[in-house]
């Protein structure tokens, strides 16, 4: 009898420590919608590499709309899905804007960093007292300023030499 009592309380124990872990994860947004943010439209341009983004954010229901399809569509990568939403996750803003965005230029990567700086700096055009601070602290507003090196005269590529040969 008390060998069941155990295996029971275990099991209890066990069932108990499983939703506990299953309610907490690196990518729960816990006060998701409690933004202090004014809810109004707004626009912002990103860029990144050859990618430019135009992106307007219109009170809504969190609907995104990139380039006429949706953004789980547009882009399939569960990372650049985060990416391109870090904006209105970090301000707690999900559910209170829809996201229409036309992106073109460059490839995936490159589009999503032109996206998340369009959501950032519009969010930032909205309500610059309440939001700019995050958006900041975070990188979302800078203009990330990498691009491709071109290409000089007498070598293969940016750098890369003709092979040498002695003789």
């Known amino acids: 009898m008390a060998d069941t009592d155990k295996i029971a309380t275990s099991e209890s124990q066990d069932s108990q420590k499983q939703t506990e872990q299953a309610a907490y994860t690196s990518e729960s947004n816990a006060g998701a919608g409690t933004g202090t943010s004014i809810i ?8 990144r590499k050859e990618s430019v983004a135009r992106v307007r954010l219109v009170p809504g229901t969190g609907k995104w ?3 006429g399809r949706s953004l789980k569509e ?19 803003l ?4 829809d996201v229409i965005v036309r992106v073109n230029g460059g490839g995936i990567t490159g589009q999503a960093g032109a ?8 969010l930032n055009a909205i309500d610059r007292d309440n939001n700019r601070a995050a958006l900041k602290k975070h990188g979302f507003l800078t203009r990330d300023a990498r691009v491709v090196e ?16 002695k003789r």
């Open 40 to 47: 109004a439209p707004g626009y912002g341009t990103g860029r």
């Open 65 to 67: 709309t990139v380039n």
């Open 74 to 92: 547009y882009f399939p990568n569960p990372l650049a899905q985060r990416e391109v939403n870090a904006p209105i996750v970090l301000l707690k």
């Open 94 to 97: 999900e559910g209170k804007f």
């Open 115 to 122: 996206v998340r700086l369009g959501v950032a700096r519009a």
């Open 150 to 165: 071109r290409k000089k005269a007498g070598l293969h590529k940016a750098r890369r030499a003709p092979q040498f040969s």
